[in-house]
Nanobody, 121 residues
Framework: EVQLVESGGGLVQPGGSLRLSCAAS????????MSWVRQAPGKGLEWVST????????YYADSVKGRFTISRNSATNTLYLQMNSLKPEDTAMYYC??????????????RGQGTQVTVSS
């Protein structure tokens, strides 16, 4: 059974940083593209970033490029998202997803329960 458990969210002031983690189990983590998606209140799922299998490539939405860094640790089956220079518009529930850029927001793609990020002064 695929399990994805996110952690690391919280309340941070504009300009601050957070590091999200996602512990993965129940599937061949190294062979999957992995992504972060987010959902702001009243909006749909938005793709944020993808790291390909074996970390060959990393891709970012324009809204986070230069501020967020995605990474993965194959030894611990963990996905990360380092978020710097946070803005109020980054406020959302963040989910990790077992899939790439074009499947991460699909209904049948495995995602975790999410971790809340709130950027506010």
């Amino acid at each position: 059974e695929v399990q994805l458990v996110e952690s690391g969210g919280g309340l941070v002031q504009p300009g601050g940083s957070l590091r999200l983690s996602c512990a993965a189990s129940g599937f061949a983590f190294n062979t999957y593209d992995m992504s972060w998606v987010r959902q702001a209140p009243g909006k749909g799922l938005e793709w944020v970033s993808t790291v390909s299998s074996y970390s060959i490539g990393r891709y970012y939405a324009d809204s986070v490029k230069g501020r967020f860094t995605i990474s993965r640790n194959s030894a611990t089956n963990t996905l990360y998202l380092q978020m710097n220079s946070l803005k109020p518009e980054d406020t959302a529930m963040y989910y990790c997803a077992a899939g790439g850029r074009f499947s991460a927001t699909a209904k049948n793609t495995a995602r975790g329960q999410g971790t809340q990020v709130t950027v506010s002064s």
